[in-house]
């Protein structure tokens, strides 16, 4: 595993803790389940990587793991936008304007 899917990993967490802020209510059950999501994405990315120079079964085990998990949060966004399309440019454009104080 190289350092960008730890990036990307890093940029889904912060993504989907912006959006479950923005767009759902913090009461919602669905606010828990993605960002355990994608912290757990984010987290077996990073052990997975750690592991790689030990041992690849567990690196593979943990990209695995990993990937559901991100896969249930694509699901989860697949979900949200199919019933609200409008919101999904909105929070496209909140992603942009962090990206864009975070690059100074």
Partial sequence: M???CIIESLIVYSGTVLFCERFLNKRDRTVDQMVQA????KQNIIEGSMASATSKETEIKLTNV????QE???EDYKDFF?????QQ???LN???AVAGKNKH
Avoid: I, N, T, V
């Fill in 82 to 86: 199919k019933y609200k399309p409008f």
């Fill in 94 to 96: 909140s992603l942009m």
């Fill in 38 to 41: 994608a912290r757990s994405g």
């Fill in 89 to 91: 440019q909105l929070f």
């Fill in 72 to 74: 249930e949060l694509l």
């Fill in 2 to 4: 190289d350092a960008q």
């Fill in 66 to 69: 990993a990937r559901a998990s």
